[in-house]
């Protein structure tokens, strides 16, 4: 059941017919459910995940943060960064604004290519354009620490995630979709979890509301497993027994695209300690 109709009572984006009013819609209705189950929590905290919802953890998150233990992976991520390509090049030289306040723009919607290129691919199309190998989005010591540091360079951006062409919002559409799709031998669907059962303990775990998730990507789980957010999304589909999608898939960046809409406004941190 689309989130729009469960708060508001009736299916108001769906009368927009697929046009880009929508997915506004949708991130308004999101703001208004969480903000009616968590009436003290501000906006803005909402990127902390879990640790909004818990004073002491939130305590304990800003001490880990004011001496990260995975700084050293963000460094080998600038030493990757600022290394030239043979021909001399940068990727600061191949983006706009040498790669600052870039990252709370994507996922975009790419006419051209006709599918949704997400931060990554950005990198990765830095790479080949200047005749590299692009690197596995799997691939911890490349692209892993390459992003952590990359999105650092967007810090403190709010999160402006473009959704305006038809072709486009069926992106989104279908990126919700797969948000809404039970899945796996448990049979839950990522908003049941992140929707319905955000702020109640599953394992011992808080389980976060999915607004804010998007911007505080990637994260040091235990503060020195680097997860993506693709590689979240799998940990997520393993936890209910569902077969994880590739990182990279198209079916992953269409969510992340969803997934990251959700969150404009809010502000991006990158390189994030997590329980
Ligand atoms: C059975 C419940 C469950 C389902 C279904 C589920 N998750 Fe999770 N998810 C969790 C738990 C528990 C955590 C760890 C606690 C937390 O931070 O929310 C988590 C963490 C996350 C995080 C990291 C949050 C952070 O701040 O570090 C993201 C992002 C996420 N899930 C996205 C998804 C997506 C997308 C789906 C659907 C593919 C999904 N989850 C399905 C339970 C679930």
Redesign the pocket.
């Known amino acids: 059941m689309r989130l729009a109709a469960l708060v508001l009572g009736a299916g108001l984006s769906g009368m927009f017919g697929g046009s880009a009013a929508a997915p506004e819609d949708d991130r308004r209705a999101y703001v208004q459910f969480f903000q009616a189950r968590f009436p003290a929590v501000p906006l803005d905290d909402y ?5 909004m919802l818990n004073a002491a953890g939130r305590r304990h998150y800003e001490d880990i943060m004011a001496f990260p233990p995975f700084e050293p992976d963000i460094d080998r991520g600038r030493a990757l960064w600022e290394t030239p390509f043979p021909n001399g090049r940068t990727y600061a030289d191949c983006l706009p604004d040498g790669g600052r306040m870039l990252a709370g723009t994507y996922p975009r919607y790419d006419a051209e290519q006709r599918r949704v290129v997400t931060f990554e691919m950005l990198l990765n199309r830095c790479r080949t354009d200047n005749g590299e190998a692009a690197y596995r989005y799997d691939d911890r010591d490349t692209m892993g620490v390459l992003t952590a540091y990359a999105r650092t360079l967007s810090d403190g951006m709010r999160m402006a995630i473009r959704v305006e062409s038809p072709e486009a919002v069926a992106r989104y559409e279908a990126g919700r979709a ?2 809404e799709r039970r ?2 031998q ?1 049979n ?7 929707v319905q ?2 702020g109640r303990v ?2 011992m ?6 607004l ?3 911007p ?2 990637p ?1 040091f ?1 235990g503060g020195d497993a680097l ?1 993506t ?1 693709h590689a ?2 799998t ?3 393993e ?2 027994r ?1 077969e994880p999608l590739p990182m990279g898939s198209e079916t992953f960046n269409d ?1 992340e695209y969803f ?1 990251s809409y959700m969150s404009n406004g809010l502000p991006l941190k990158a390189s ?1 300690y ?2």
């Not at 839950?188 to 992140?194: D, L």
């Open positions: 990127v902390l995940g879990s640790f797969f948000f899945i796996g448990m839950f669907s990522c908003a049941n979890c992140h059962n955000a599953m394992r775990e808080v389980i976060s509301p999915a804010g998730q998007a505080h990507f994260v789980r997860y957010l979240r999304y940990r997520c589909m936890q209910v569902a969510l997934h994030v997590r329980r």
